[in-house]
């Protein structure tokens, strides 16, 4: 087995790195090793690992649902129908602008296709997609107890053929929004009519004339719950555990108690009324899952901002040469993975020295103590603020104004307070840019082509049918 | 690392087996060393890994698709209206009748929770179940080059648990239906309405009203096809790639060629011809697909009634101490299954030798010749007849008439040609007991309780519905 070799400042750094998962995360880092190296500094021997034949991870679509074309789960949970259900302008990348992808001011929420093209037009600019293996995915990792280093044994899904290799470093960057969570509810077995996790759902085409039930009330049901209205469901019903979501619902969408069992087509919620439906979506969440890794080093966290164990969020505290990149439930998200990307390629290079295990708990316990003590949405908005401040502080990624975009996702809540059809046609000015963005030439409610050809188009108002958005900007 | 013992005729036999697979196949190759035990032959170390909560494989039913509780692949292609597709009598256990698992008389075609409890009866009565590990799933398995010993990595599904064992044999159970074959097909992503494989459908009910599409020309298209019609589906469409299944179909099921691609909701055939459909079930069959093996052990085959390099259809012919169960396309199944369990049992102690590779090799060329021959559907049941004849010959499993059991499996495809809504009740003599099946209190085609209980029961014909087959016994 060969032996890590580790100097610093060498151009013929002989670390491996495995990043396992080639979306937002791992292109992020992907990205970070290619700015090092731009500059002059050494970089490790990389494979990036990617199951699905495109990088993008949840940003790919496919019709495929539960196992994909080589019996792998799906990893994907988009839908055709999706646009981001956040502005744009929280989750800009600092060092690759919107504006400089799309050369022109776009809208604050774009069409699933639309932020595929952004996050893949900054790592096709060089040519990183070169460490990329594709259709590959990992079955399993193992540590020597004696040198240290990984076996990463994957498969190549195509040829079939399996590959061991030896890494110094892992990162896990697969993600953590693709393996539901689908409790059982009692008599469900008995429901004939359709019924899937959200992570399933595709589009909501067919749901229309039809009753739907979305259990849950995070944003799957929300989303869903809209989508659904907007494709002419008959009537969506939403149904919380704890506590509703309480936006302004138009006619047609309500929330109601969890469900107590189901009876054939009827649900009986726990309130003691019963309503009969053609479809249930389950939007019930999903699993920190990590099949290729021994339990001592799989991230095993309900989801939230500050999953335990990870030192700055990133490097797994009982194992320094593994990291995590994403694993917390998400306001920010591409610039925060960019964030975490070069605090994590720092650290492999040496450019950043880890603080000693006790050191590093004592942090780790310090923003678990904060972490506990949040107290509303806000506060955890800004704690994730800060917690990229971190990073960024301890990084070269440009710093932006965090505290400018605290203060977007605030108003962006308050818009969906206001008008949750309504809220995706609102504009934000960009912290990257200062750009304002374009009221978009249809409203969402009215828009039924989700495509980035029919997104980026200047339609005739008279022929095309454009219905300009009547909001305000905010 | 241990090293494998092995002392022919001593009591505390100390190899250890791995069975992935607590299936059908499983279970008989669990049965099989019980009665070995029985008959004081010593026994190994058994541990029989099953991902699933319970044992049966694709005979549990879960509502459940893509992915399980646990994020796991779902095993079971299992629908509520399932009942088998051919008659019981072909696939009777030689040691455990239906007589003695019900103590009467039943049908010939039972519905699945029947033929569940069945095969549950005979492992029941015994203590076997003390040897599977449920909620378990194995994530690799690895063989010492120098030791010869296979390290099993499995995972504790409920505890978060990691576990590596070593075994001297790893027999492989895991089946062949479940990991679904999804080609591409043009334009699928565009498609609105209801998708997906048939390994994902769960129940007709919902298709009621709908226009149906179903891609594939097999069992899951004969049989989906069948239950959509009977729940009330508008139109059912089948389209075939090779050549239709030509069924005597019932107004509203028709065969058409291969889709070409689809444009929204609208499929255009081959012939130029396109239709709007509200579903489509992709019915275009299953994967050979072992993910927990490294490529040099796992089959890799199309699915047919001999997969090379299995010696005597069992025992991989680069690595005899790697057995597959049930790999086999299958005419017989459970009978098959035992006979195979029992051979495997014989070969892991010692009662039967192998011979050398070479002459193994020769064996499996001379079956390759015959199958490569097999020119009927006819050739091919008397082909499995024969292999499972050489197999019981070998064993001590009790020889039962194949030849009888061939000449029922003729009748039953000349009885779906006659009648492809009403052969399910038709009756079969068993060769096991000699006991005429009973004539089912309902017709298959009026039956809309799957169960159990409904099914053993007797009901009054003037108050419960019943409705007497017209139709002729067999």
């Known amino acids: 087995m060969r ?58 679509y496919s019709w495929r649902t539960g196992l994909d074309q080589h019996g ?39 069409p699933r296709e639309v932020l595929w093209d952004y996050i893949d037009g900054r790592v096709q600019r060089s040519d990183v997609k070169k460490y990329v293996r594709f259709n590959t995915v990992v079955r399993w990792v193992e540590q020597d107890s004696e040198t240290g280093m990984f076996t990463v044994t994957s498969e190549d899904l195509e040829a079939h053929r399996t590959i061991v290799e030896t890494f110094d470093d892992i990162i896990v960057s697969t993600g953590h929004f693709s393996f539901p969570n689908l409790p059982d509810l009692a008599g469900l077995d008995t429901f004939p009519g359709r019924l899937c996790h959200a992570h399933d759902f595709r589009g909501a085409e067919a749901l229309e ?40 619902w138009p006619a047609g969408i309500e929330e109601v108690p969890i469900v107590e069992r189901f009876e054939g087509s009827t649900a009986h919620f726990v309130d003691g009324t019963s309503r009969r439906f053609d479809a249930v979506i389950l939007c019930t969440g999903y699993l920190h899952k990590y099949p290729f890794l021994p339990d001592d080093l799989a991230l095993d966290s309900r989801n939230c901002v500050y999953p335990a164990n990870l030192y700055q ?48 708990q004592r942090d780790i316990d310090a923003w678990l103590e904060r972490f506990n003590a949040i107290a509303s949405p806000a506060d955890e908005i800004r704690f994730q603020a800060d917690y990229i401040r971190d990073l960024i502080n301890a990084t070269d990624y440009p710093m932006f104004d965090l505290d400018e975009v605290v203060e977007i996702f605030l108003a962006w809540k308050h818009d969906k307070q206001d008008d949750i059809l309504g809220y995706r046609d609102r504009t934000y000015r960009s912290v990257i840019t200062g750009t304002i963005a374009q009221t978009h030439h249809t409203s969402w409610l009215r828009e039924l082509d989700d495509s980035l050809t029919r997104y980026l188009s200047t339609p005739d108002p008279e022929q095309d049918g454009v219905d300009q958005a009547p909001l305000a900007s905010a």
Not at 212 to 235: F, N, P
Request: overall charge negative; hydrophobic content about 40%; some cysteine.
């Open 3 to 60: 032996t890590a070799t580790y100097e610093i400042g060498v151009k013929n750094l002989t670390k491996r790195v495995a990043i396992i998962g080639a979306g937002p995360s791992g292109m992020a880092q992907l990205r970070a090793f290619e700015l090092a190296q731009a500059d002059g500094r050494p970089i490790p021997d990389i494979v990036c690992f990617e199951k699905q034949a495109d990088w993008g991870g949840q940003w790919n």
């Open 72 to 110: 792998e789960p799906v990893h994907s949970s988009m839908y055709r129908n999706l646009w981001s259900n956040g502005p744009k302008e929280a989750l800009e990348f600092a060092d690759y602008s919107f504006d400089e992808h799309f050369g022109r001011p776009i809208s604050s929420y774009p």
């Open 313 to 360: 969020g990133v490097v797994w505290q009982d194992n320094p040469h593994v990291f995590y990149l994403g694993a917390q439930d998400q306001w920010f998200t591409f610039n925060m993975f960019d964030a975490q990307a070069w605090f994590v390629r720092d650290v492999i290079d040496g450019t950043l020295q880890l603080p000693a295990a006790d050191e590093r």
């Open 209 to 248: 004339g039809q009753d739907v039930l979305l259990v849950g009330s995070s944003y799957s049901a929300e989303d869903i719950g809209v989508q659904a209205h907007k494709m002419g469901a008959r009537s969506v019903t939403i149904s919380y555990r704890t506590a509703p979501m309480g936006y302004d």
